[in-house]
């Protein structure tokens, strides 16, 4: 069997957001490109409580962030990752 890999880049700037309850979305690798994981940047603007029911989080902060993450809040430095399992609540505070 052959397996052909595919390249793929696309800028945050050439993809239209939408309002989401964290703030403004844009999808950067989605299912439909093959991908196994799925990319998304997202601008965080006092994201209201909430929950992803199917799939873990792995949000890696671009500046530092105010967040609560199943109601304990802190503070995440430029660069930090973490791994938020689904079904835990979470807000971000602001920027």
Do not use: F, N
């Amino acid at each position: 069997m052959t397996a052909t890999a595919t390249y793929l880049r696309r800028d945050p700037a050439d993809v239209k957001p939408w309002s989401e309850t964290c703030g403004q979305i844009r999808p950067l690798i989605e299912a439909a490109d093959g991908a196994a994981a799925e990319v998304h940047h997202v601008e965080i603007d006092h994201a209201k409580l909430h929950y992803h029911a199917r799939t873990d989080e792995l949000p890696s902060a671009s500046s530092a962030l105010r967040a609560s993450v199943s109601d304990s809040p802190g503070r995440s430095p430029e660069g930090a990752s973490m791994r938020k399992p689904r079904a835990m609540r979470s807000t971000g505070l602001d920027q």
